[in-house]
């Protein structure tokens, strides 16, 4: 009897066991991807007791049975849009700027910033308004033309629901600074230890703040570099791609060997893992399973939200892309389609990539709120401006007019 009362309640301890780990891996997914931070720090916390590939290998495969379970249910549904795009915004966009008014002056104020429609990745294979670019209002000067323009794209037609929203940036009218985070990257050096981190956006940029963006890699996911204010946190590793700004105000989207003999003539520069497109040209890695665009050994094809960074030809436009549900490979075409010749992945992950705009709040217009280019990034209203980022972030202003500098 008493055999038999232990197998009984071994029996129930196994049957509850089979029904907890389920619930308990549902429930730690749906706190990933609801509670703010909360993914990082469990991501984090299992890093400092399992170690990074583990991690890794964890993400990887959980990241892939979530593909499966979304190719097994959703491979027959229609791509969806983020935003609803106005119907006279591609003929608006197509439309060219007016460079003189009726008695032959050129209008006043800031030229219109405008792009021709690059529409779908795949005709047969797009949601209403892909390709379109649709202008992001400064809220707190609406009237004025917008210096960013949006569009999104469904790169994979193998998945419908991958989907990269880029932002695309009039760098004649807009400024980009780096900012370190808190924590990362990490200080390598010796000078870096004695840095101080101010980890929000400079105060004296509120009054021309118009956006905010996720940074790179923590520095344990590859140790790729960073210099900001004269000071190298991290050394640069060869062959990483290199976002870079000069002393002049141009910036760079370069592999390190092409940037390396500027240095001295370069502001800040942060690394990413190797150019995705240089110079127009994809990697030629881009599709290989394990090699680039993840953190450890979360490859280039793990399907996961990633971000990335790029510029045209000219280095006149900045493309910052998001995308939901992609591979490097996904992402990379998506950003060259748009416009980018060159283009390097930031970061992937639910929690990191994000991409917010700064408007007044309703109670207190001096208070400056961070609101998401759309709902499904993880953000809060306190984002880059108030509180202290734990990780690097890029943040873009208004290039100050000559009114301006002489007020």
Request: hydrophobic residues 40%.
């Amino acid at each position: 009897m008493a055999w038999i009362r232990f197998k009984s309640k071994w029996r129930k301890r196994l049957a509850i066991t089979v029904v907890a780990i389920p619930v308990l891996v549902v429930a730690l997914w749906i706190a990933i991807h609801r509670i703010p931070g909360f993914g990082g720090l469990l991501a984090d916390t299992a890093r400092a007791v399992f170690g990074n590939e583990a991690v890794a290998w964890m993400e990887d495969t959980a990241y892939g049975v979530q593909d499966w379970l979304l190719r097994k249910t959703r491979s027959g549904d229609e791509p969806e849009a983020y935003w609803e795009v106005p119907p006279t915004a591609a003929a608006t966009a197509a439309e060219p700027p007016a460079d003189a008014g009726a008695d032959g002056q050129a209008p006043a104020g800031p030229k219109p910033f405008r792009l021709a429609s690059v529409g779908p990745v795949h005709d047969a294979f797009k949601a209403p308004g892909d390709g379109v670019w649709v202008q992001v209002t400064d809220a707190r000067h609406p009237d004025e033309p917008a210096r960013l323009l949006k569009t999104q794209l469904h790169p994979d037609r193998n998945r419908s629901w991958t989907i990269v929203a880029v932002v695309a940036v009039d760098l004649s009218q807009v400024d980009i600074h780096s900012v370190a985070g808190r924590f990362e990257p990490e200080s390598r050096t010796p000078e870096a230890k004695k840095y101080e981190r101010r980890a929000t956006i400079d105060p004296a940029h509120h009054d021309r703040l118009i956006a905010g963006f996720n940074g790179g890699y923590k520095a344990t996911h590859g140790y790729y570099g960073m210099k900001i204010d004269g000071v190298v946190l991290i050394p640069p590793r060869p062959k990483a791609c290199t976002v870079a700004k000069y002393d002049d105000g141009k910036l760079a989207v370069r592999s390190w060997e092409a940037l390396a003999n500027d240095d001295e003539r370069l502001v800040w520069w942060r690394q990413a893992p190797l150019c995705m497109y240089e110079q127009g040209k994809p990697n030629p890695v881009l599709g290989m399973s394990k090699l680039g665009w993840g953190a450890s050994s979360v490859s280039g094809t793990t399907v996961i939200r990633r971000s990335a960074i790029g510029l045209d030809e000219e280095a006149k436009v900045l493309f910052i892309g998001i995308g939901d549900h992609t591979t490097g490979q996904a992402i990379a075409h998506a950003m060259h389609h748009a416009g980018a010749a060159h283009v390097a992945q930031l970061d992937v992950n639910f929690s990191y990539p994000k991409f917010v705009t700064f408007e007044p709040s309703e109670s207190d217009p001096s208070k400056l709120l961070a609101v998401p280019l759309t709902e499904h990034f993880e953000y809060t209203e306190d984002e880059y401006i108030r509180v202290r980022s734990h990780r690097d972030f890029f943040y873009l202003v208004r290039r100050e007019t000559q009114t301006e500098s002489d007020s």
